[in-house]
């Protein structure tokens, strides 16, 4: 007989009232707008709303908002016009304190959102998104390059018991000063097999000098692996953003293009894409740096850095320790002591080797950590024209005792908590290997056209409008079922996708039409085989149930084979593939839930409980 449990009414009301939930953020699309952040965590106040509203009337552009939303001053607009307009204006005015970038600010109610609920982002050829033009720094590149073999040569120099002056980088390359010169030639013989990226040679007005230089050869393959580095640091951190199928693809010799599709938090992706934030440990100079500064006295080994968490000048050592580079895992944590903010850091082998090598030597001695910042801003001439300026900021934000000897694993304290997270993100996606400038930044349009997604998507309802009919006229009441079924799979397949964060795109669409049609193609075998068992003389109610159990195992089958092809393409798949493949993947398994259980759930409800059955319209 035609049965279906209590409780699978039950998981399908529960099913159906999540899908309707999850799905509904799509129906709110978001506003134009531009972000205003202030700059160094500063918190925004009514004044700067002021200030915006005025300006933004200044140049009268209208808009529909201007309010304080999560730490930043967001204005929406009525299109993309005016936002493109007001970004522009507002960045001229502001750009030196404040970050101004242009977004899309969510319409989705605050009860949706509460409960996680958020619209499902649509890929570059649909939506548009954000395109970001990026350079490399080059010469950022071979100064972190060189400052990397002036450790190197003092370590070795140091080793040897050859004592020098001064080993520093100058625009010719790097100038070992040798405090005796009758080792000069055993320095030559020790430098030249160990650096082998330098090419040493003596200075004659000095005899105590040597000079390394880098070859053409040595510093155009220091550009390309820095380019090359980036490019994959910035997948990583794309990654951490949750975009999915970004483009990021290198161009030119020292050029990246990242595009981002469907970015909500322009102001979040600079940051996290052109930030350069990153640690420094060094060892402490003990002295009186303030003192040594005024006098000229600071040894040559040392630096004085004047912004500390202390208030005064401290004196560092100029041999690095470890840096950012070296560092596997970050996470943003509390000190379980003090309760403030700090960084919880796994360093590699060689990091944690010579971590572990530095403080089994210098227990009871200080250590510097130094916290590095890069900012960049656009700054007007008098001739009209603009400048991009790049400030870098250094800040020792401990130099605290060392306690006992650790090597890989520690923690360090010192920054707020949003450094402490914006840090530990960037460390963990990796360091840059050299500093990025975003040299260009603006919204892009759909790369198919709004006529093209227009036509595209009335094709997609003209066809599920015509399937629809022919079921209802064709199959009649079992027509109407197979709707619902068809119905509830569309909705399912949106609720998933958006709560997994999926990127709809071109190709994503053609997946929900094959899932359609995946669907139909169910709901005519359980339709046409309920025909047979009539036909056979079973009884309606028999039909029923039978039609449903004897094309289940049918439906599993076709499903399973073309489930595994929408695997291997999500696996091995990228891009537009790998989309297709993902929505492949949730629209089969959503149609043999609605096919195969929905659809005789509603089939029940309308016949289960009519015992003398005589027919019923298929």
Same mark, same amino acid.
């Given at each position: %007989?035609?049965?279906?449990?209590?409780?699978?009414?039950?998981?399908?009301?529960?099913?159906?009232?999540?899908?309707?939930?999850?799905?509904?953020?799509?129906?709110?699309?978001?506003? /134009?707008?531009?972000?205003?952040?202030?700059?160094?965590?500063? #918190?925004?106040?009514?004044?700067?709303?002021?200030?915006?509203?005025?300006?933004?009337?200044?140049?009268?552009?209208?808009?529909?908002?201007?309010?304080?939303?999560?730490?930043?001053?967001?204005?929406?607009?009525?299109?993309?016009?005016?936002?493109?307009?007001?970004?522009?204006?507002?960045?001229?005015?502001? *750009?030196?304190?404040?970050?101004?970038?242009?977004?899309?600010?969510?319409?989705? /109610?605050?009860?949706?959102?509460?409960?996680?609920?958020?619209?499902?982002?649509?890929?570059?050829?649909?939506?548009?998104?954000?395109?970001?033009?990026?350079?490399?720094?080059?010469?950022?590149?071979?100064?972190?390059?060189?400052?990397?073999?002036?450790?190197?040569?003092?370590?070795?120099?140091?080793?040897?018991?050859?004592?020098?002056?001064?080993?520093?980088?100058?625009?010719?390359?790097?100038?070992?000063?040798?405090?005796?010169?009758?080792?000069?030639?055993?320095?030559?013989?020790?430098?030249?097999?160990?650096?082998?990226?330098?090419?040493?040679?003596?200075?004659?007005?000095?005899?105590? !000098?040597?000079?390394?230089?880098?070859?053409?050869?040595?510093?155009? &393959?220091?550009?390309?692996?820095?380019?090359?580095? *980036?490019?994959?640091?910035?997948?990583?951190?794309?990654?951490?953003?949750?975009?999915? &199928? /970004?483009?990021?693809?290198?161009?030119?010799?020292?050029?990246?293009?990242?595009?981002?599709?469907?970015?909500?938090?322009?102001?979040?992706?600079?940051?996290?894409?052109?930030?350069?934030?990153?640690?420094?440990?060094?060892?402490?100079? &003990?002295?009186?740096?303030?003192?040594?500064?005024?006098?000229?006295?600071?040894?040559?080994?040392?630096?004085?850095?004047?912004?500390?968490?202390?208030?005064?000048?401290?004196?560092?050592?100029?041999?690095?320790?470890?840096?950012?580079?070296?560092?596997?895992?970050?996470?943003?944590?509390?000190?379980?002591?003090?309760?403030?903010?700090?960084?919880?850091?796994?360093?590699?082998?060689?990091?944690? *080797?010579? !971590?572990?090598?530095?403080?089994?030597?210098?227990?009871?001695?200080?250590?510097?950590?130094?916290?590095?910042?890069?900012?960049?801003?656009?700054?007007?001439?008098?001739?009209?024209?603009?400048?991009?300026?790049?400030?870098?900021?250094?800040? #020792?934000?401990?130099?605290?005792?060392?306690?006992?000897?650790?090597?890989?694993?520690?923690?360090?304290?010192?920054?707020?908590?949003?450094?402490?997270?914006?840090?530990?993100?960037?460390?963990?996606?990796?360091?840059?290997?050299?500093?990025?400038?975003?040299? &260009?930044?603006?919204?892009?349009? /759909?790369?198919?056209?709004?006529?093209?997604?227009?036509?595209? #998507?009335?094709?997609?309802?003209?066809?599920?409008?015509?399937?629809?009919?022919?079921?209802?006229?064709?199959?009649? %009441?079992?027509?109407?079922?197979?709707?619902?079924?068809?119905?509830?799979?569309?909705?399912?397949?949106?609720?998933?996708?958006?709560?997994?964060?999926?990127?709809?795109?071109?190709?994503?669409?053609?997946?929900?039409?094959?899932?359609?049609? %995946?669907?139909?193609?169910?709901?005519?075998?359980? *339709?046409?085989?309920?025909?047979?068992?009539?036909?056979?003389?079973?009884?309606?109610?028999?039909?029923?149930?039978?039609?449903?159990?004897?094309?289940?195992?049918?439906?599993?089958?076709?499903?399973?084979?073309?489930?595994?092809?929408?695997?291997?393409?999500? #696996?091995?798949?990228?891009?537009?593939?790998?989309?297709?493949?993902?929505?492949?993947?949730?629209?089969?398994?959503?149609? %043999?839930?609605?096919?195969?259980?929905?659809?005789?759930?509603?089939?029940?409800?309308?016949?289960?409980?009519?015992?003398?059955?005589?027919?019923?319209?298929?």
């Amino acid at each position: %007989m035609l049965e279906f449990a209590r409780w699978k009414f039950v998981v399908m009301f529960l099913v159906l009232l999540a899908s309707a939930l999850y799905a509904m953020p799509n129906l709110y699309p978001s506003d /134009p707008a531009v972000q205003v952040t202030p700059q160094k965590g500063a #918190v925004p106040d009514e004044a700067l709303v002021a200030q915006v509203q005025g300006m933004l009337k200044a140049k009268n552009i209208p808009y529909k908002s201007v309010a304080i939303e999560d730490k930043s001053v967001i204005v929406r607009l009525g299109d993309s016009d005016h936002q493109t307009q007001a970004a522009d204006d507002l960045n001229d005015e502001l *750009n030196k304190t404040h970050s101004v970038a242009m977004n899309l600010a969510s319409t989705v /109610p605050a009860w949706l959102r509460s409960i996680g609920a958020e619209p499902m982002s649509l890929g570059l050829d649909l939506q548009g998104g954000v395109h970001f033009l990026m350079e490399v720094d080059q010469k950022a590149a071979r100064e972190k390059a060189e400052n990397a073999f002036v450790d190197n040569i003092r370590g070795s120099l140091r080793e040897k018991d050859i004592r020098y002056s001064d080993v520093s980088r100058d625009p010719q390359g790097i100038r070992v000063l040798l405090s005796n010169a009758a080792d000069r030639n055993k320095a030559l013989s020790l430098l030249s097999p160990q650096v082998p990226e330098l090419s040493f040679s003596t200075v004659d007005s000095d005899p105590r !000098m040597l000079r390394g230089t880098l070859s053409a050869q040595r510093v155009q &393959e220091i550009a390309t692996k820095a380019i090359e580095q *980036n490019v994959i640091v910035l997948r990583n951190r794309v990654n951490n953003l949750g975009v999915a &199928e /970004p483009i990021i693809q290198r161009q030119g010799s020292n050029r990246i293009v990242v595009e981002l599709p469907g970015v909500q938090d322009m102001t979040k992706a600079r940051d996290m894409l052109g930030g350069t934030a990153t640690l420094e440990f060094r060892a402490v100079v &003990e002295g009186n740096a303030a003192e040594a500064q005024r006098d000229g006295t600071v040894p040559p080994d040392a630096r004085v850095y004047n912004d500390s968490v202390y208030g005064s000048p401290i004196m560092l050592s100029k041999r690095l320790l470890v840096s950012g580079d070296e560092l596997v895992d970050a996470t943003p944590q509390r000190d379980p002591t003090t309760g403030e903010p700090s960084v919880s850091i796994k360093l590699n082998n060689a990091g944690g *080797n010579r !971590m572990f090598k530095h403080t089994l030597e210098n227990v009871g001695k200080r250590m510097g950590i130094v916290y590095i910042e890069r900012t960049s801003f656009t700054e007007e001439q008098p001739d009209g024209s603009k400048k991009r300026t790049t400030q870098i900021t250094e800040r #020792v934000i401990s130099a605290s005792t060392i306690q006992g000897v650790f090597g890989k694993d520690f923690q360090t304290t010192g920054l707020s908590q949003e450094e402490a997270t914006n840090l530990a993100r960037q460390l963990k996606a990796g360091a840059l290997a050299a500093p990025v400038d975003i040299v &260009e930044q603006r919204v892009i349009g /759909p790369t198919l056209g709004a006529e093209n997604i227009r036509r595209g #998507v009335q094709a997609v309802l003209y066809s599920f409008g015509f399937v629809m009919v022919f079921f209802v006229v064709y199959y009649k %009441m079992f027509g109407i079922v197979t709707n619902i079924a068809l119905l509830l799979n569309l909705l399912l397949v949106v609720a998933v996708m958006s709560l997994l964060g999926a990127t709809l795109t071109l190709p994503g669409f053609a997946g929900i039409a094959l899932t359609v049609g %995946m669907s139909v193609d169910a709901n005519v075998l359980i *339709n046409e085989r309920i025909r047979e068992e009539l036909r056979s003389g079973n009884s309606p109610l028999a039909s029923i149930a039978a039609g449903y159990d004897k094309a289940s195992g049918t439906i599993a089958d076709a499903n399973v084979t073309a489930l595994l092809g929408g695997i291997a393409m999500a #696996v091995f798949g990228s891009g537009p593939i790998r989309g297709f493949g993902i929505t492949l993947i949730i629209g089969i398994l959503t149609s %043999m839930y609605t096919a195969v259980s929905v659809s005789r759930g509603f089939a029940t409800l309308i016949y289960g409980r009519r015992r003398k059955l005589a027919k019923i319209s298929i």
